[in-house]
Each structure stands twice: as structure tokens, then as C-alpha cells.
């Protein structure tokens, strides 16, 4: 299994442009995650789906964040506009039926 | 309010040592517990867990404790080597849960 698939690996925008992150879990896992990291908070939960429905999205922290999981087998977590305290690394993750994450390798975003 | 707490942000160990690393949690509802470790440019990967049911778990050279009086967990690394350098997180869920709460992490260094 190739594990969670993200896209880009990095990304440089300006404010006020719109940003799309994708996540391709793997296959199989019911439960998708987007996770936020920064330094002052660590590891933060944005939003969860469980089989495509969002459960979760108390962690978004305003209305400039959305995400989406169309299929089984695609994510997206967008920012419109962003702004330079967006900037961070976002991780999506993946997981079956226990309780142990699978995580991508994470998109570097930065806002300048 | 952080529900699961890592009071080092970084720790340093000499190689062939023993590396302990500490979590707190607040929330009693808790009742497994993971660490992930965390290379630079990569996601965070399961290391091992733990369930309240239990006091101490063992896979090879790491083994973690459960205080749950205490709501204390650590992480116990024997002997520390140098690919054990890398951030690990405390991670914690709550039966019927679905989402993992992170602490910040310590970032663990393996000196020579």
C-alpha cells in the first residue's frame, strides 16, 4: 500500500489567494483527518470524516477554511483567502477500525 | 485548555543511554494512549500504545508506562541510538472517540 498520498509537498502563495490541499487515504480506511502543525499549538484537529461525511469540523478555525471528501479516495482542504498566520504545515491522516493514525507526508504551506 | 501535555520541548541524550520522555494528560475519559515519532519533512509514524487496562507495554527497545492515577505516561527508549533522533508526540483518545489528541511534542536528541 503506497500510504496517505498528499499534495503539493509544498506551497508558496500570497494573502488572499486561494489554496487547495489534497489527500488520497488509504485504501480501505473510513476515517480521514486533516490535522494543522505550528509550533505554538502543535498538532491541531481541523476536521474529520467518517465514509465521506464530515463528523467534526470544530477545529476549522474560520470560515476562510473548507474541506471536502467527494469519494472513498480524495480529500481536499481549501483556504480562501489565505493569510500569512495560515501558514503551517497541514497533515492529513487515515485509519481503519482501531484507533492508530496513518499520516501523510504533509503539505508545507506558506503565506506570504 | 491542552489536554495532553509535554512540558520538555526538547530533550538530549547520550547514545547507548536510556531516553525518557513524559506526557501528562487532563481529560479521565482517556483511555488509549499512542506515541508517534516525527523525522523532519515527513508525517508522524506509530511508534507504540497503550491501553488504560494496562500498566506497561514493551516492543523491543521501547516500552511505555501508564500512571493512570497520576495521568502520567512515558516513554522509555533503551539503548538510545542515533536514528532515535526525531520529534515524538504523546497521543490520547477516548473510547467511542474518533480523533487523537496530540501534545506538542519533545524533540529528542541522540548525542554521540
Known amino acids: 500500500d503506497a500510504g496517505v498520498i498528499q499534495s503539493p509537498r509544498h506551497e508558496v502563495t500570497e494573502m488572499g489567494q486561494e489554496v487547495t490541499l489534497r489527500c488520497k487515504p488509504i485504501?480501505?480506511?473510513?476515517?480521514l483527518f486533516w490535522y494543522r502543525q505550528t509550533m505554538m499549538r502543535g498538532l491541531e484537529l481541523l476536521i474529520y470524516f467518517n465514509n465521506n461525511v464530515p463528523i467534526d469540523d470544530s477545529g476549522m478555525p474560520e470560515d476562510r477554511f473548507s474541506a471536502k471528501m467527494p469519494n472513498a479516495s480524495f480529500s481536499t482542504l481549501k483556504i480562501q483567502p489565505s493569510e500569512p498566520r495560515d501558514s503551517a504545515v497541514y497533515f492529513c491522516?487515515?485509519?481503519?477500525?482501531?484507533?492508530?493514525?496513518?499520516f501523510g507526508s504533509g503539505t508545507q504551506l506558506s503565506v506570504l | 485548555d491542552q489536554q495532553v501535555k509535554q512540558n520538555s520541548p526538547s530533550l538530549s541524550v547520550q547514545e547507548g543511554r536510556i531516553s525518557i520522555l513524559n506526557c501528562d494528560y487532563t481529560n479521565s475519559m482517556f483511555d488509549y494512549f499512542l506515541w508517534y515519532k516525527k523525522y523532519p519533512a515527513e508525517g508522524p509514524t506509530f511508534l507504540i500504545s497503550?491501553?488504560?487496562?494496562?500498566d506497561k507495554n514493551e516492543d523491543g527497545r521501547f516500552t511505555v508506562f501508564l500512571n493512570k492515577s497520576a495521568k502520567h505516561l512515558s516513554l522509555h527508549i533503551v539503548p538510545s541510538q542515533p536514528g532515535d533522533s526525531a520529534v515524538y508526540f504523546c497521543a490520547a483518545s477516548v473510547v467511542g472517540a474518533d480523533g487523537l489528541t496530540f501534545g506538542k511534542g519533545t524533540h529528542l536528541i541522540i548525542q554521540p
Open positions: 491522516a487515515s485509519r481503519g477500525w482501531d484507533e492508530k493514525l496513518f
Open positions: 485504501s480501505g480506511h473510513d476515517y
Open positions: 497503550i491501553s488504560s487496562i494496562k
